[in-house]
């Protein structure tokens, strides 16, 4: 894949040496066997793949270059570039400034935009809608658009879907900056509707099987359906694209359930299923999918914790969290200051969206046992920052120079 210019700041040496001598062991990226350093009375283990993807890399560049290209001018960024605090944090030090917040509230109003000034798109893509006011203002989109090319891909898929009119059902969260923008360009081209969950695609199947009333769907998908959408006639041919974010085996379950909807509501066969829904597989990307798949694989090791870091409102980190829940006490970390002693910890609970202080997260044992991963917008060198904090409560003579040095 091709590499990027990223700010160095954002690299670690100890985490470059480990990709790097992990992809030279494993060409094919088969094996999700996370990586062990051994410090004695620590034992870290890194997933076989977590970090900066390549639509995050590729945002960076463009818009660090784009800074360093146009001095004086006025730069803004039509939300956050990517769901990294450190990173966005960076961009505004160096003067660009944010026009909406992550759910789409305007903190700059456009009229204050003149055509001389640079608005970056950013990785999630936008709306179609925001595409064309910016350019009726007279700003240029192309050249600063740091869209994801994976994003792109699924606005390509649901346009493949539409022109065999099918119904396009986007599964992904309906405020994230993404979904925002795939469902617009979907809706450019077929009716369509979002599903954020499980619970949501049973509701739209008992929908398409008439068990409940028409017009109750416009109040309980208020907002996730595109104009004119009519429940009673834009159900009968559905396809499903998703978030590129979002947890593979949810959105598995989601596709097929909706695909057993319609076999029973239309007396399909697998031969005729395609009448009715179109064959599709998901659209997450392969960053998502590979950090699943390591953390997955992380998780058949035995350890005491877990430390996942990342943005909080970063939803590819969210679903890492998620996976390790379920298998051990999960801590979802901002930074290596988040780590408050040897025996607090403050964290950030997704579910409930607070952030929590824990103490004795550190078992009285040796030795201790820690996973640990990151989210596909997190610099390594926030991981390793967590590394060395961890490292400094233990008597571990190791340097990290001495630790590049196994790799
Ligand atoms: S997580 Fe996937 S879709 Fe999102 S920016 Fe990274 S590579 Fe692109």
Wanted: with cysteine; net charge negative.
């Amino acid at each position: 894949m091709k590499s990027f210019d990223v700010p160095i700041i954002y690299r670690s040496p100890l985490i470059t040496a480990i990709k790097k001598k992990r992809k030279e062991q494993d060409k094919m990226k088969r094996d999700f066997t996370p990586t062990l350093l051994d410090l004695g009375s620590l034992q870290i283990y890194l997933a076989r793949h977590f970090g900066f993807c390549y639509g995050v890399e590729n945002a960076i560049e463009i818009a660090f270059r784009t800074i360093e290209e146009n001095p004086g001018k006025k730069i803004f960024l039509l939300s956050e570039m990517i769901h990294n605090p450190q990173v966005n944090l960076d961009l505004q030090s160096h003067g660009v400034q944010f026009m909406q917040d992550n759910y789409g509230n305007q903190l700059i109003p456009f009229d204050e935009l003149t055509p001389d000034d640079i608005v970056i798109i950013p990785a999630f893509g936008t709306t179609l809608e925001l595409e064309k006011k910016l350019n009726d203002l007279g700003i240029q989109t192309e050249k600063y658009n740091t869209t994801c090319p994976f994003v792109e891909k699924v606005w390509n898929r649901s346009e493949q879907i539409a022109r065999k009119n099918y119904t396009i059902i986007v599964h992904g969260k309906p405020k994230h900056e993404e979904t925002r923008a795939t469902f617009s360009h979907a809706a450019a081209n077929a009716p369509s509707v979002i599903v954020k969950d499980m619970q949501q695609a049973i509701e739209l199947g008992r929908y398409i099987k008439g068990e409940k009333p028409a017009e109750q769907f416009y109040n309980e998908f208020e907002s996730q359906f595109s104009d004119k959408f009519d429940v009673t006639k834009d159900l009968g041919r559905i396809g499903v694209v998703n978030q590129t974010t979002m947890l593979a085996s949810d959105t598995q379950a989601i596709a097929d359930h909706l695909k057993q909807v319609m076999i029973e509501k239309y007396k399909l066969t697998l031969q005729t299923i395609e009448e009715r829904f179109a064959d599709t597989r998901d659209t997450l990307c392969y960053a998502t999918l590979e950090n699943q798949q390591a953390v997955s694989g992380m998780l058949q090791t035995d350890a005491d914790l877990a430390i996942v870091v990342g943005g909080y409102n970063s939803s590819n980190t969210s679903h890492l969290v998620e996976l390790c829940e379920e298998k051990l006490p999960t801590y979802f970390i901002s930074s290596e200051e988040e780590i408050l002693s040897a025996n607090e910890i403050r964290h950030f609970n997704f579910h409930t969206k607070e952030e929590v202080l824990t103490s004795g997260y550190l078992p009285q044992k040796q030795p201790v046992r820690i996973l640990i991963t990151s989210g596909a917008s997190c610099p390594d060198a926030l991981v390793e920052a967590v590394v060395n904090k961890l490292i400094s409560f233990f008597s571990v003579k190791l340097t990290t120079a001495e630790a590049i040095s196994k790799f």
